[in-house]
């Protein structure tokens, strides 16, 4: 196996940085280019802003070598595996890899509980209720971000920015406001680290596409408002990125193989374009063969041993979850294609694959 995410420069490294930079413990290699800006500027201001879904593949086709975002993208660098938000933002977040965090795609399979979960939705996969189980085992996940550690130490200011709710974040009801509440956080005096969390263009990308004139004028705004809000800075380091890409995607609905829906356990999991299965022990044998007879077109299937020995979730102590969660078998689209099971949201355009149109994203660096 191949992995093609860079494990020396993505997320997790830029995370790394920022916790060397505040004075804290930090597993993984740090970003060169970031720990010599901030320790020859020494900045007060430290503020993450990532655009969700706003790949670099994406930008270099919707914005002009003259936009601010272009000008101002120092490197291409490659998310973590797999090309999602719940893995890639808590990477972001925490300075872990998926391997060490577990928070591994949007449907999670939970070993404590028997359980595949929606984790961002404390809900069992396809349901809407909370699973109150899940909650009980929840913190055998990593839980405590980089804010987190700032605020315990009691040293240094920090503060999270999301437009719903989550935790202690500030909740933010649109563009202006979001730029606003920063501004007025740069502010105050004291060296700080500010992490600012945009669903868009993401989740208008799922339903028309990266390519669409609406995402387009989505991604046009914000590089024209990150550029007035720089204008306003002072003593900051503003560091922009995104999570992932996207890729229009074509569903293929596995209600159609009965026969191939047979042979697994329990529902699949993680993503539809990074699928775990797992495998009754009485097709384990087979299984593989018959996955690429119908599907080895689109996808390429990795056993268990395969996915651990390649470190694709990147290197670092597993969560005590992550084993049981990746199951027997992994796929991963290399075409745009999707494997839709009872419970899954079926989107127009989707990420988790590894076509550079998802893994590739924009470390956008702005000193004042």
Excluded at 257 to 263: A, S
Excluded at 327 to 333: C, K, N, R, S, V
Aim: aromatic fraction near 12%.
């Amino acid at each position: 196996m191949k992995v093609k995410n860079n494990y020396e420069e993505c997320l997790t490294n830029v995370a790394c940085s920022i916790r060397k930079y505040f004075g804290l413990d930090y597993s993984h290699k740090t970003f060169a280019l970031i720990d010599q800006i901030l320790e020859e500027k020494q900045p007060e201001n430290v503020i993450v802003m990532l655009f969700d879904g706003m790949g670099s593949r994406i930008l270099e086709r919707v914005l002009d070598d003259n936009s601010f975002f272009r000008r101002n993208m120092v490197k291409e660098i490659t998310t973590v595996f797999p090309a999602t938000t719940t893995a890639a933002t808590t990477s972001i977040r925490t300075g872990l890899n998926p391997v060490e965090h577990g928070w591994l795609g949007w449907n999670t399979y939970i070993k404590p509980i028997d359980k595949t979960i929606t984790l961002f939705l404390n809900s069992e996969k396809g349901k809407n209720e909370v699973c109150k189980e899940f909650l009980e085992v929840k913190n055998k996940l990593v839980t405590t971000t980089i804010v987190d550690e700032i605020l315990e130490k009691g040293k240094y200011q920090a503060k999270e920015f999301f437009p719903f709710k989550t935790g202690n974040a500030t909740v933010y009801s649109n563009l202006e406001d979001m730029f606003h509440l920063i501004g007025e956080e740069t502010k105050r005096k004291g060296k700080k680290f500010l992490y600012v969390y945009d669903d868009e263009p993401d989740h208008t990308m799922h339903e028309y596409g990266a390519d669409s004139d609406i995402v387009k004028k989505l991604i046009e705004e914000r590089d024209r408002k990150v550029f007035e809000f720089s204008q306003k800075l002072e003593n900051s380091l503003l560091i922009v990125l995104a999570d992932h890409g996207h890729i229009q995607v074509e569903n293929i609905f596995l209600k159609n193989y009965p026969e191939f829906l047979k042979m697994l356990e329990r529902t699949t999991s993680i993503e539809q374009r990074a699928v775990s299965f797992k495998v009754k022990e009485e097709y384990l044998t087979v299984f593989i063969e018959k996955f690429n007879e119908l599907f080895g077109h689109d996808f390429d299937i990795y056993r268990k041993s395969e996915i651990l020995e390649s470190k694709i979730f990147g290197d670092g102590i597993p969560n005590e979850l992550f084993e049981d969660a990746i199951g027997d078998f992994i796929a991963i689209a290399h075409s745009n294609k999707c494997l839709v099971t009872d419970g899954d949201d079926v989107l127009f355009s989707q990420h988790a694959g590894y076509t550079d149109d998802e893994i590739f994203i924009p470390l956008i660096l702005i000193q004042k």
